[in-house]
């Protein structure tokens, strides 16, 4: 099935996001917040000294990117995900503070699977190696937070129609299992 839903989310969004299954395709709109490695841990460092985070995580959407410098006449260059796992020891904190969405590629380990359940959150998974699909649906970008960082910066996006795939559920189905399974049971 192909979804269409729009962040951030508020309490009466709840509910859709958990009508979404894993392997559904979803198309994405709204105010998405990039973060990589970096400032995921500056995030939680942030967060352990009591300091305000730069964003608001309620209901919100987080991509796992690293964009490339845009060129004349672009809003963003190539916009791809990077490998969730690196993420793994911090997602669980920001889960439980509210994040609702998490946009990257690859497996997620158990407790960031346990976070999504106990949150009723998302795991989305973009294309990989294809950043340049990802940029067209991203209509306009901020800085909100440690340029110091480069392309590791915290950037506001505002995106149109982000295709994007339901790798994990609010259930916790994993389409990294289901997936495999569906399809070797089916040979």
């Not at 976070?115 to 190696?129: E, M, R, S």
């Amino acid at each position: 099935m192909e979804y269409r839903i729009t962040t951030p989310f508020s309490s009466d969004d709840m509910e859709k996001l958990e009508t979404l299954r894993a392997g559904d395709t979803v198309l994405l709109s709204g105010i998405v917040y990039t973060a990589r490695d970096q400032a995921h841990k500056r995030l939680f460092e942030a967060y352990e000294r009591g300091e305000p985070l730069p964003f608001d995580l309620k209901g919100s959407a987080i991509y796992y990117v690293g964009p490339t410098p845009e060129k004349a006449g672009e809003v963003i260059g190539s916009a791809g995900p990077t490998t969730s796992g690196r993420m793994d020891k911090y997602s669980p904190l920001l889960l439980d503070l509210g994040n609702k969405i998490m946009i990257g590629k690859g497996k997620r380990n158990q407790a960031v699977k346990d976070a999504i359940v106990k949150n009723k959150a998302l795991y989305l998974g973009a294309i990989g190696g294809a950043g340049a699909l990802m940029a067209e649906s991203i209509k306009s970008v901020e800085i909100i937070a440690w340029p110091d960082l480069g392309c590791e910066a915290v950037r506001k996006l505002e995106v149109k129609d982000m295709p994007l795939t339901v790798v994990i559920d609010t259930k916790g189905n994993d389409l990294y299992v289901t997936g495999p399974e569906r399809y070797l049971s089916a040979c």
